[in-house]
T-cell receptor
């Protein structure tokens, strides 16, 4: 069975500061890992994904994540936060596009 | 590419009535679609997996007679909330599976009064 944990239901950073959102997973098979962003009353937008290959994955809007198998982690980072980054972020683990399991989400606030 | 639409984006209905939500894959064919429910400030919870041409697979605790799912074509799945009650008020999101990913619709806000 797969599961996802996200440490910190709410993270606040100052504009221009580093963003770090944590995600740990468990999976009985090699995981496909995803980060999604959700703005209020909207669906999910894919930020980035890891399937195979390079463990450092770059996504949209300056975000990136690193797959660390030994730590079963897939933390999301962005060097410099922007006000428009304020949103809810979900980490998910999936198997071949099926059986997605979502983490509880982390709400990111960006302070001026 | 890989765009999924939902209609309507929001709906208000009276208790006891039924509401149908459509999920369409606009530029690809999806043999499998998924329906999620999201309560305020919570994560997505999978309700059911919809397979084209066959019966949907419901997650434990989801009433299949209340949440009717039809996946009649490779580009359309519908979710009908029957005899809606205020506790059914939620944000419903669909997704479609394509090339090892799920592509999400924009969601439908259902309010039952």
């Amino acid at each position: 069975a797969q599961s996802v944990t996200q440490l910190g239901s709410h993270v606040s950073v100052s504009e221009g500061a580093l963003v770090l959102l944590r995600c740990n997973y468990s999976s009985s098979v090699p995981p496909y890992l995803f980060w999604y962003v959700q703005y209020p009353n909207q669906g999910l937008q894919l930020l980035l994904k890891y399937t195979t290959g390079a463990t450092l994955v770059k996504g949209i809007n300056g975000f990136e994540a690193e797959f660390k198998k030994s730590e079963t982690s897939f933390h999301l980072t962005k060097p410099s936060a922007h006000m428009s980054d304020a949103a809810e972020y979900f980490c998910a683990v999936g198997e071949d596009g099926q059986n997605f399991v979502f983490g509880p989400g982390t709400r990111l606030s960006v302070l001026p | 590419g890989a765009v999924v639409s939902q209609h309507p984006s929001w709906v208000i209905c009276k208790s006891g009535t039924s509401v149908k939500i459509e999920c369409r894959s606009l530029d690809f064919q999806a043999t499998t679609m998924f329906w999620y429910r999201q309560f305020p400030k919570q994560s997505l919870m999978l309700m059911a997996t919809s397979n084209e041409g066959s019966k949907a697979t419901y997650e434990q605790g989801v009433e299949k007679d209340k949440f009717l799912i039809n996946h009649a074509s490779l580009t359309l799945s519908t979710l009908t909330v029957t005899s809606a009650h205020p506790e059914d008020s939620s944000f419903y999101i669909c997704s479609a599976s394509f090339l090892y990913e799920q592509y999400f619709g924009p969601g439908t806000r259902l309010t039952v009064t």
